[in-house]
């Protein structure tokens, strides 16, 4: 069975360009989740998906941050445009249940400059 | 809200015992998670306590004592390839998203 797929792995990118990472989660997990850790600190939740609807965004940042889980399959999450403090590692995580164990993604490490 | 508190860094002897403690303050505690993370690699689940005491996994085991707000992971036997950063985290009041510590650094040495 295939884990928790992210893309890309790196991602470099300019100061005000968009940028758009992608998930797919573990076949039949209805549940997906995307987190972010910055350099030194927790790992922190943007939001929670299940199927298609957004149940928890409060982590996300501002409004420069979309995410969408269209036909509760893959989700992708677009950082438009990017700032230099959203430059970290990107995790995405499913699973069946929520409150049990969370399968993560190999995280998408994104660098603005 | 949550406060977690974890060492940054530990180290320790291939073949020996650490224990990593994990504080934390928080209302309506729900459940405790341990996550192991080796450098560039995801998050893998190792342990989850919701109730008091030891939970052994083969060399690994989880400890909770929820009226003291503290979680314990125990490693025995260290490989090199216990290396890496362990990450507590817990859920608590009507959410059941995780709240993640900063994690622990372990580093073993021959």
């Known amino acids: ?113 | 809200g949550q406060n977690i508190d974890q060492p940054t860094e530990m180290t320790a002897t291939e073949g020996a015992i650490v224990q990593i403690n994990c504080t934390y303050q928080t209302s309506g505690f729900n459940g405790l998670f341990w996550y192991q993370q080796h450098a560039g690699e995801a998050p893998t689940f190792l342990s989850y306590n919701v109730l008091d005491g030891l939970e052994e996994k083969g060399r690994f085991s989880s400890f909770l004592s929820r009226s003291k707000g503290y979680s314990y992971l125990l490693l025995k036997e260290l490989q090199m390839k216990d290396s890496a950063s362990y990450l507590c985290a817990l859920t608590s009041g009507g959410s059941y998203i995780p709240t993640f510590g900063r994690g622990t650094s372990l580093i073993v040495h021959p």
């Open chain 1, 1 to 113: 069975e295939a884990g928790v797929t992210q893309f890309p792995s790196h991602s470099v990118i300019e100061k005000g360009q968009t940028v758009t990472l992608r998930c797919d989660p573990i076949s039949g997990h209805d549940n997906l989740y995307w987190y972010r850790r910055v350099m030194g600190k927790e790992i922190k939740f943007l939001l929670h998906f299940v199927k298609e609807s957004k149940q928890d965004e409060s982590g996300m940042p501002n409004n420069r941050f979309l995410a969408e889980r269209t036909g509760g399959t893959y989700s992708t999450l677009k950082v438009q445009p990017a700032e230099l403090e959203d430059s970290g590692v990107y995790f995405c995580a499913s699973s069946q249940e929520v409150g049990f164990e969370a399968f993560f993604g190999q995280g998408t490490r994104l660098t603005v400059v």
